[in-house]
């Protein structure tokens, strides 16, 4: 089975700072890593995944995350937050190699103030 | 193109009756997952149909059940509702011959048992 830990459940931050919202997983297989993004009152949208290749990779809204596989890590980070980038945040893991099920964490809370 | 689309967009419902959700995948997809959100949680996987059949079920009571249509639309079904069953219920497609594609999500239906 998978887990997915999201140790932070709230990050507050000034705009124009950087973040980092952390995620570990625990997985006895390999595994695809995805971050989404949760706006009030709607669905999830993909920022970015992790496949295979560079360990890191780029996504939407200028957002970015490494992947460690020693430390079963997948962190996520933007040099500089904006006011709208204020949402939660969702780390989750696939099994490679299957249409399987996505295993989620908890969730982070960005809050990004002035 | 029509991404993943739901409705009811939101329902409210009494202790013991039953409900049913739709999903219209994304063109082009043939998997569909249910999941379900609740308040301050990450989404927890429900099932996932695939070719009008169940594939992957998650641990949720047999209260739970689920249809394919041959469109690749999908119903979520949930019998003998209780308080708990309160959350925003996600669908999200794929498909299945791409096992690296990340599935896209619905805003969701959001479920209220009084």
């Known amino acids: 089975a998978q887990s997915v830990t999201q140790l932070d459940s709230q990050v507050p931050v000034f705009e124009e700072a950087p973040v980092e919202l952390r995620c570990n997983y625990s997985?006895?297989?390999?595994?695809?890593l995805f971050w989404y993004v949760q706006y009030p009152n709607q669905g999830l949208q993909l920022l970015l995944k992790?496949?295979?290749?560079?360990?890191l990779v780029k996504g939407i809204n200028g957002f970015e995350a490494e992947f460690n596989k020693s430390q079963t890590s997948f962190h996520l980070r933007k040099p500089s937050v904006h006011i709208s980038d204020t949402a939660e945040y969702f780390c989750?893991?696939?099994?490679?190699?299957?249409?399987?099920?996505?295993?989620f964490g908890t969730g982070t809370r960005l809050q990004v103030t002035l | 193109d029509a991404g993943v689309t739901q409705s009811p967009t939101h329902l409210i419902k009494t202790r013991g009756q039953q409900v049913t959700l739709r999903c219209s995948p994304k063109?082009?997809?043939?998997?569909v997952s249910w999941y379900q959100q609740a308040l301050g949680q990450g989404p927890q996987f429900i099932f996932q149909?695939?070719?009008?059949?169940?594939?992957q079920r998650g641990n949720f009571p047999d209260r739970f059940s689920g249809h394919q249509f041959p469109n690749y639309s999908s119903e979520l079904n949930v019998n003998a509702l209780l308080l708990g069953d309160s959350a925003l219920y996600l669908c999200?497609?794929?498909?299945?011959?791409?096992?690296?594609?990340?599935?896209?999500f619905g805003d969701g239906t959001r479920l209220s048992i009084l």
């Open positions: 999200a497609s794929s498909l299945r011959s791409v096992s690296n594609q990340p599935q896209h």
């Open positions: 997985s006895s297989v390999s595994v695809y």
């Open positions: 992790y496949l295979s290749g560079s360990t």
């Open positions: 989750a893991v696939r099994v490679t190699g299957t249409a399987s099920k996505l295993t």
């Open positions: 063109s082009g997809h043939d998997t």
């Open positions: 149909y695939y070719e009008e059949e169940e594939r």
